[in-house]
């Protein structure tokens, strides 16, 4: 799927949104800061980043600014318990792709989210196509020759993303950063294990390796 920028100071709402966004198949780093998610980003480059207004150090409209003072284009959805229509403005104006007010509903996050990838990549739905495999992102079903396939989390992650740059090789860093959190430990042979299961359950020639460059799924 893709890699997210979590940035909230509440530790329960923080873990909360963490795990459900994991859930939906995500690597997702936690800021509490603004001064940690700026430093996040000088480097990761994330697919969207969540962005609490009522930070501790940084107000979050001033880290919204500085992102794209530094022509950082990276979707940005503004997350907030301020709901009066003036500080929505503000948020858009300062360059907010998207704005939620807490609560939160978790399936309406990860479908803003979703919404923010398809924008971000060019796409019309959240079908995945490619060769004889259909993947869909909102559903996380995959599908070969019309039959359903089960495949593990860690198999999903790496199928949208080599299916999302389809046609382009991709390193196994990459790949690594679609599966890990920064907090986490990097098993060495992860993605070893899950192209060969993805090649045993989808087709051996789906995906194609190539030393030095990485792998790559076919249009």
């Not at 509440?10 to 936690?30: K, S, T």
Request: net charge neutral; aromatic share 4%; glycine share 8%.
């Amino acid at each position: 799927m893709a890699r997210l920028l979590l940035v909230e100071d509440d530790a329960p709402l923080g873990r909360g949104m963490r795990a459900a966004l994991e859930d939906a198949g995500h690597a997702v780093d936690w800021a509490r800061t603004g001064e940690e998610a700026l430093l996040a980003c000088r480097s990761e480059a994330y697919g969207v980043i969540l962005l609490d207004l009522g930070l501790p150090d940084i107000a979050g409209l001033a880290v919204l600014r500085e992102l794209r003072d530094k022509n950082r284009l990276v979707p940005v959805i503004v997350i907030t318990a301020q709901d009066r229509i003036t500080q929505r403005v503000a948020g858009l104006d300062a360059g907010a792709d998207d704005y939620l007010v807490k609560p939160l509903d978790i399936d309406e996050l990860a479908a803003r989210v979703r919404a923010q990838l398809r924008r971000r990549d060019g796409r019309g739905s959240d079908l995945l196509v490619a060769r004889d495999v259909a993947l869909d992102l909102g559903g996380r079903t995959v599908r070969l020759r019309d039959r359903p396939v089960a495949l593990t989390a860690k198999e999903f992650r790496i199928a949208a993303l080599l299916m999302r740059r389809a046609g382009r090789f991709v390193s196994k860093a990459e790949l690594e950063a679609a599966l890990y959190d920064q907090d986490q430990y990097i098993e060495s042979n992860t993605v070893e294990v899950a192209i060969s299961a993805l090649r045993r359950k989808l087709d051996k020639d789906f995906i194609v390796t190539a030393r030095g460059l990485g792998y790559m799924v076919a249009k």
